[in-house]
């Protein structure tokens, strides 16, 4: 005779191969989806190691060939990197050590190519900003100062403003706007703390320009403090 808990157990078994037969088929696709997911997950994140570490071999080459002074074999395994590994940050920093030694060894079109392609490639906004002061540098090498300009309205990396504003300041003076330059500087000056070394190198450009920080700072407490 059959107990209670013997009907309780035979109901829920019956409510499951219901269950089972209504929805078991879409319950194994869930279960596959899912398996492979986790499958792919798993191999892309071997795939990115793989890709890492061949970026990496490829990235200390073109460190060699920078700190060699070898601009072509830096532009070339460059190249290589930026074909095979585009998406790794090894080869948006590589290209910022080939674009050093391509414009020291006079490669300036080659130099603006390299950080012209990291400022718009770049893994991150600070390593975009840092390719776009380096790119404003070399477009005011060469005279191109309103790229330079535009290059720097795009420097947009939160703490990067008082270099973009002392670039600025120094693309304005080759053009020869001594006013807007000064403007610049004074920012750029303003914007830091009395910390950062930097500061003292802005501060020399005003002083050479007849605007000394320290000197417009004690006239303006003189002015302040005096009696009517």
Same mark, same amino acid.
């Given at each position: 005779?059959?107990?209670?808990?013997?009907?309780?157990? /035979?109901?829920?078994?019956?409510?499951?191969?219901?269950?089972?037969?209504?929805?078991?088929?879409?319950? *194994?696709?869930?279960?596959?989806?899912?398996?492979?997911?986790?499958?792919?997950?798993?191999?892309? =994140?071997?795939?990115?190691?793989? /890709?890492?570490?061949?970026?990496?071999?490829?990235?200390?080459?073109?460190?060699?060939?920078?700190?060699?002074?070898?601009?072509?074999?830096?532009?070339?395994?460059?190249?290589? %990197? /930026? /074909?095979?590994?585009?998406? *790794? *940050?090894?080869?948006?920093?590589?290209?910022?050590?080939?674009?050093?030694?391509?414009?020291?060894?006079?490669?300036?079109?080659?130099?603006?190519?390299?950080?012209?392609?990291?400022?718009?490639?770049?893994?991150?906004?600070?390593?975009?900003?840092?390719?776009?002061?380096?790119?404003?540098?070399?477009?005011?090498?060469?005279?191109?100062?309103?790229?330079? %300009?535009? *290059?720097?309205?795009?420097?947009?990396?939160?703490?990067?403003?008082?270099?973009?504003?002392?670039?600025?300041?120094?693309?304005?003076?080759?053009?020869?706007?001594?006013?807007?330059?000064?403007?610049?500087? =004074?920012?750029?000056?303003?914007?830091?703390?009395?910390?950062?070394?930097?500061?003292?190198?802005?501060?020399?450009?005003?002083?050479?320009?007849?605007?000394?920080?320290?000197?417009?700072?004690?006239?303006?407490?003189?002015?302040?403090?005096?009696?009517?």
């Amino acid at each position: 005779m059959a107990t209670q808990l013997d009907l309780q157990e /035979q109901e829920q078994i019956d409510a499951l191969k219901a269950f089972w037969n209504k929805y078991g088929n879409l319950v *194994t696709g869930i279960l596959l989806l899912a398996a492979g997911a986790y499958a792919g997950y798993q191999g892309w =994140q071997y795939w990115q190691r793989e /890709q890492g570490v061949k970026a990496a071999a490829i990235f200390e080459q073109i460190d060699q060939s920078a700190a060699a002074g070898d601009a072509e074999r830096a532009g070339r395994l460059l190249g290589d %990197l /930026q /074909q095979r590994y585009a998406s *790794t *940050t090894f080869a948006h920093q590589a290209a910022l050590l080939a674009a050093k030694v391509q414009f020291e060894k006079g490669q300036t079109d080659a130099a603006k190519a390299s950080l012209a392609w990291a400022a718009d490639k770049g893994s991150d906004a600070d390593l975009r900003t840092v390719a776009r002061l380096r790119l404003a540098a070399v477009q005011a090498e060469a005279k191109q100062f309103d790229e330079a %300009l535009k *290059t720097l309205d795009a420097a947009k990396s939160e703490g990067f403003e008082p270099l973009v504003a002392d670039r600025r300041g120094d693309v304005l003076m080759l053009q020869g706007k001594r006013a807007e330059a000064l403007v610049a500087y =004074q920012a750029a000056w303003a914007a830091m703390t009395e910390k950062q070394d930097y500061r003292r190198v802005i501060e020399a450009k005003l002083t050479a320009l007849g605007a000394a920080p320290a000197v417009a700072a004690a006239a303006s407490a003189s002015a302040s403090g005096a009696k009517p």
